[in-house]
């Protein structure tokens, strides 16, 4: 449905090849544009389906709750990490 309403980018380029008298390279654009939209949101669609699936498959046979103790150890340290550099590097 996202690639069913066009972007400002492609009413502008539309307007503009209307304006110059070639519809035809403006229309072009479109198209290509639509197709661009459509096969980037199908190649996510079908990578979140196969992820999902993956990831099912590797915490099924771990406890719940050593994955989000896991999980929020990492996410402390990530945030830890980032605020050293912070303060440490940043001008």
């Known amino acids: 449905m996202a690639g069913l309403i066009p972007c400002p980018l492609t009413l502008f ?3 503009f090849a209307i304006s110059r008298g070639i519809p035809g390279a403006g229309l072009l654009f ?3 544009m639509m ?5 980037t949101l199908s190649c996510v669609a079908v990578l979140s389906i196969l992820f999902r ?3 099912m498959d590797f ?12 999980i929020e150890g990492v996410a ?11 303060i440490m590097f940043a001008s």
């Open 76 to 86: 402390g340290l990530a945030l830890a990490v980032v605020a050293f550099w912070q």
């Open 59 to 70: 915490f099924a046979g771990k406890p719940l709750e050593t994955i989000s103790r896991t």
């Open 35 to 39: 197709v661009g939209v459509a096969l």
């Open 53 to 55: 699936e993956r990831l």
């Open 13 to 15: 380029v539309m307007t």
């Open 30 to 32: 479109a198209i290509t």
